[in-house]
């Protein structure tokens, strides 16, 4: 899929040299992003580099970039451990849970198993090392209370634990972090979002400190404003330079989508788009809370569109905004110290969605699994939280004094390490419920990540397998119809292309295979339909190139005795592609039918210049220049072919060739 496109046909990936030029020229996927030409303005230079450095190692070897794919998501998972430390202030074993939360969710299944979504590892990576630097340096949290005493000192527990006590308080030192932010957004567009976070733990860093002075009777610090004044200031003045860099290198941010890629963007009904794009808020929540449904493509018909307020479906993305209010809410009473956490979590999931949520502008995608991925790591962070002030009794209780020992009672009431509760039983009791959760939670997360992960062990298992989990899909079924061809099971091939059809009727992919399939059965009246109908429609040039369409019309017009037809749409393919060889074989062969023998061999020898390690060239060029009593060039190229194929039938006619794609 992608990956072919993205990896293996990316000039910058496996290019003799890698030019710095043509890195910052070409898009994700090799294209240039300036000129005529198709580009959907995905600049990832960093993750193209990633690939590259792949190639260097091993070559186009698959196993070496999943190897890579793979240790980058268990970095990128203890990444959220240390981020559930640095920056929320929690005690070593509730991050190892959010590690291990994160690591083994399965929507993240296709980030690590599909190559192209790296882009997606590489921008939560980098971009939760930002704000891990930035919390270090600048925004520290209070230390949230371990879930057991002896817990206090672990590899994951944060280094400081005052509030405003940071490293250091240097400007200069943002420098690190915006550059982490900004190597975030150059692995994967989402990630300049991140931005915000900064600017958020700066906020609530401000509002403490405002509501500590007005508690002390005091005002605030002159130095203190001065500070917040400057960091916040350098944050937004980096995001707007970021931004408009960004905008003027890449030529604006337009994309140039087909409606096979977000039918909703292209729907006139403004109301059924905006309800539509809600639904796909659901889907996405869904995704997070209840992967139960899990599949590499959702486009066209597989989400059809939402027309009506009272359509049943929109229960979903209803959940959906009434569960993130009321999840806020929640946090919103929560003590100071878990609440700035669980603040920074949720912003986390919230504003690394919105580029995915087509609120800001419409994407290239109706949902993709991938894009989950960075708002992943808020959803388990904030879950988490939720947990650890359930657990210690948090929600509406009065704080621990600090000057008390966990095991001293004081006025009939039993102090422990959970909180302030009616005792120790209440204590176990919310203990028992949070382990019970987080056992059975991990335990169904990672049986799901288990199944899903042997659902990718192979493209024909995958295609096969989802394909008939989403019928209505026009990639599933175009997928599992080109994997039925490939196994030469024909009928269930032209079933599956047919529902494509059915699901993309603008695509010309489809017909143009079952053409292909119907030529292969011999039934060339069927496959002339067929393909003719394939060149009326919109053709993916990324999937199919033009010329190959127009030549395998030809080749079916041929045998139903329209020669002068088949001619013209030869002459096509070799004007589309002049390079194309097997177009330049078959018009020769063409021509000769109709006994223009000397323009037949001219044809035949552009296709032996273009391929000279074809075998069937060679021969269709013995057999012209025979006829035309040029011996010597006969024997020659004879020689040629039985060169490269000693076992080759004998030739006494020019031989078309017909070798579908892919």
């Given at each position: 899929m992608d990956d072919t496109v993205g990896v293996s046909k990316n000039p910058n990936v496996i290019g003799d040299s890698l030019s710095f030029a043509e890195l910052m020229r070409r898009d994700f996927w090799g294209l240039p992003m300036h000129g005529s030409g198709w580009t959907n303005k995905s600049f990832r230079p960093l993750t193209t580099l990633t690939f590259r450095w792949n190639y260097l190692l091993h070559g186009l070897n698959s196993c070496g970039f999943h190897a890579t794919n793979i240790?980058?998501?268990c970095l990128t998972s203890l990444v959220v451990g240390r981020t559930a430390t640095v920056a929320l202030g929690m005690s070593g074993s509730w991050a190892a849970l959010a590690s291990a939360f994160f690591g083994v969710h399965p929507v993240h299944t296709e980030n690590v198993l599909y190559l192209v979504c790296r882009a997606d590892i590489l921008a939560c990576l980098l971009g939760l090392l930002a704000i891990n630097a930035y919390a270090a340096s600048f925004s520290p949290p209070a230390a949230l209370r371990p879930l057991w005493p002896t817990l206090r000192s672990r590899p994951f527990d944060a280094a400081v634990a005052v509030p405003g006590s940071g490293t250091t308080h240097n400007p200069l030192w943002m420098i690190f972090p915006v550059l982490l932010i900004i190597a975030s957004g150059l692995c994967k567009e989402s990630g300049f979002t991140l931005f915000s976070i900064p600017m958020g733990m700066e906020l609530l860093d401000f509002l403490a400190a405002q509501a500590m002075a007005r508690c002390q009777k005091e005002r605030l610090s002159k130095r203190v404003i001065r500070r917040l004044r400057l960091r916040a200031g350098l944050l937004i003045a980096s995001t707007f330079l970021v931004f408009v860099a960004r905008y003027r290198h890449t030529g604006g941010t337009s994309l140039n989508m087909s409606p096979q890629d977000n039918p909703i963007s292209f729907e006139s009904d403004r109301k059924a788009r905006i309800l539509s794009y809600s639904f796909l808020h659901g889907v996405y929540m869904r995704l997070l809370v209840w992967p139960q449904f899990l599949c590499y493509d959702y486009s066209m018909d597989a989400i059809p569109m939402v027309r009506d307020f009272f359509d049943c479906r929109m229960m979903l993305p209803l959940s959906a905004y009434v569960g993130f209010m009321a999840s806020l809410s929640f946090v919103m009473q929560l003590p100071a110290r878990h609440r700035r956490s669980g603040l920074i979590a949720m912003a986390l999931l919230a504003v690394s969605f919105l580029p995915a949520s087509n609120i800001l502008f419409p994407v290239g995608t109706v949902v993709g699994e991938r894009l989950m991925y960075v708002p992943s790591a808020g959803y388990c962070l904030a879950v988490v939280v939720v947990l650890h002030a359930y657990l210690q009794g948090t929600l509406n209780k009065p704080p621990i004094p600090h000057r008390l020992e966990p095991t001293k009672i004081q006025r009939g009431k039993e102090i422990h390490s959970w909180g302030i509760g009616s005792g120790r039983p209440e204590a176990m009791r919310r203990a028992f419920k949070v382990l019970l959760f987080v056992s059975s939670g991990m335990a169904a997360l990672s049986v799901r990540t288990w199944v899903r992960v042997w659902d990718w062990e192979s493209s024909e298992t995958l295609f096969i397998k989802d394909g008939a989990r989403q019928p209505n899909?026009?990639?599933?079924?175009?997928?599992?119809?080109?994997?039925?061809?490939?196994?030469?099971?024909?009928?269930?091939?032209?079933?599956a292309l047919v529902r494509c059809a059915w699901a993309d009727p603008l695509s010309s992919l489809p017909f143009y295979r079952i053409g292909q399939i119907e030529i292969l059965r011999n039934r060339f009246e069927s496959a002339e339909k067929w393909l003719a109908a394939a060149i009326d429609k919109f053709g993916a040039s990324l999937m199919v190139r033009d010329e190959e369409v127009f030549h395998d019309l030809a080749l079916a017009m041929f045998q139903n005795g329209k020669v002068e037809q088949a001619?013209?749409?030869?002459?096509?393919?070799?004007?589309?592609?002049?390079?194309f060889a097997t177009g330049w074989n078959n018009l020769g062969c063409c021509l000769a039918s109709k006994l223009n023998l000397h323009d037949g061999a001219r044809a035949v020898r552009k296709a032996v210049s273009l391929d000279p390690e074809n075998p069937q060239y060679w021969a269709n060029l013995a057999v012209l220049s025979q006829h035309l009593g040029d011996y010597s060039l006969s024997q020659s190229a004879m020689s040629n072919a039985l060169q490269l194929w000693p076992s080759m039938p004998e030739h006494r006619d020019c031989a078309w060739e017909f070798a579908p794609a892919g």
């Open positions: 240790l980058m998501h899909s026009s990639k599933t079924q175009f997928n599992l119809g080109i994997t039925y061809m490939q196994m030469q099971e024909w009928d269930a091939a032209v079933d001619e013209t749409r030869l002459r096509i393919s070799v004007q589309l592609n002049p390079d």
